[in-house]
């Protein structure tokens, strides 16, 4: 199977983006639009629309008067909102219909109406834009510049075209790497098992440990003062929608601190072990134990990002199973201590007598289960001594 790869840039500021604003809000007008056919087509018919049907009905109404601005969005544009509404309803019937049979507990809400002016995108596919040299790029007929950091890897399939919070643009081209050569990547010989946690972020089963930022703590402060200044503004004023730049600013500010940390780290590992084996978290039940601090290290992020670095180094990046008692387990004699607590920090093992700490013991755990587990060949259990 192909691989998929996105290449995102910046668009630099241009009166020209003013198009492409009044292009992403007939965007957000039209996806409401689509949310209310289907709502009405179930309350009398009892059943939702096709996406074929849906797309027949908005090409009929581009036609009326009344519709005519929506012809300021490309036609495929159009019709990758009704598919993306119907992939919504697809996966809500399905969790209804999972939970219905006590498969799953999570429940998974049908597409709804959204705030035209919050509106953040749209796609097109095949037509509506086309790739010039150097970094421009047309959409409809007007070109546009982007921050060209890195060459487009493999065939462009779709181009996004993103708004974020600040009123920024960004182009995202996805493309299918159908080539790809194989990664020569020079051996080191070094494979490791990682433990999360709170206290320390990651803990290796070498005893390496990195600790995280957390940026969201560190400007709390500064988030507090300005929501502060946002609530007290008058609503629709020029003021308060400059307050809401700067508290949307701070965010992004703490967003690409944590996400320079995740990418910095992920090199790192990757540059240093051939295989990495990772414990499968449980983020619902560790958000609901200590809540802010989870969200602010961002272990899933992390995750995704170590997958991606991984990729395109030849790393191989293990996970074992969520319900393995990689904690409690002794790595010395393989006893497990179902008396420690969360506040134990180091253990005495009631067996064999082996003094633990906690995020190593757990770590070395990990690592040999990833080395038992199938396409672990390449660690051997020396190294985790």
Known sequence: MPERQTFAYKLYRSKCNR??????????AIYNHCIAL?????RLYKKSLS????NNHLATLKKLPKYAWWKQLGSQAIQNIAARIDQGYQAFFANVKARKARTISRRVGPPSFRTVRNAKSFTLSQAGWKLLEGNRLKIGATIYKYAKSREIDGTIKTVTIKRDPLGDLYVYFSCILDDQQPIDRVMTGQSAGVDFGLT???TGSDGTEHQAPQPFKKHLKAIAKAH?????????????????HHLSRTHRRVTNHR???HWKLAHELCAHYDCIALETLNLQGMKAL?????????????????????STTGTLVQHIGKWFPSTKLCSACGCINQAITLRDRVWPCPDCGATHQRDVNAAINIFREGASSPGGN???LASAS
């Open 378 to 380: 390449l660690v051997s």
């Open 38 to 42: 289907h709502r009405r087509s179930y």
């Open 228 to 244: 502060r200044r946002l609530v007290s503004k008058k609503q629709g004023s020029h003021n308060r929608q400059q307050a809401l």
């Open 200 to 202: 320390t972020y990651l």
């Open 290 to 310: 200590w809540g802010r601090k989870v969200s602010d290290l961002g272990f899933a992020t992390f995750v995704e990002t170590l997958h991606s670095v991984a």
């Open 51 to 54: 996406c074929f049907t849906l």
């Open 19 to 28: 198009k492409l604003h009044r292009q992403i809000h007939v965007g957000g």
């Open 259 to 261: 996400q320079a940390f």
